[in-house]
């Protein structure tokens, strides 16, 4: 079992900028791959980022390229999703995932065994 703890959401005006935290405990070996994913109001999870174990490959939808970041520290157990340039549309629930996926199903959120409870990150135009 792998343990999920999200932090760092809050509300921030249209520009401005949060870090997410992704705390990891359990089993996280097993979990090489840590996804970020969010879900607004009446709106399906969607895909963020994702990173491997090594940081090598760091997937981003292309809503969000250029603005937000995605990183890890493995000693710490911990990602991180770096959000600047904030507009209102990433107004959103934000998980965080961890799984085994390979490269291919990186965005696919039904190839992510564990999940946390998600933060709330609101952008106000």
């Known amino acids: 079992q792998v343990q999920l703890v999200e932090s760092g959401g809050g509300l921030v005006q249209a520009g401005g900028s949060l870090r997410l935290s992704c705390a990891a405990s359990?089993?996280?070996?097993?979990?090489?791959?840590m996804g970020w994913f969010r879900q607004a109001p009446g709106k399906e999870r969607d895909f963020v980022a994702a990173i491997n174990w090594s940081g090598g490959l760091t997937p981003y939808a292309d809503s969000v390229k250029g603005r937000f970041t995605i990183s890890r520290d493995n000693a710490k157990n911990t990602v991180y999703l770096q959000m600047n340039s904030l507009k209102p549309e990433d107004t959103a629930v934000y998980y965080c995932?961890?799984?085994?996926?390979?490269?291919?199903?990186?965005?696919?959120?039904?190839?992510?065994?564990?999940w946390g409870q998600g933060t709330q990150v609101t952008v106000s135009s």
């Open positions: 995932a961890a799984g085994s996926p390979t490269y291919y199903y990186y965005t696919n959120a039904n190839k992510y065994g564990y």
């Open positions: 359990g089993r996280t070996g097993s979990s090489t791959v």
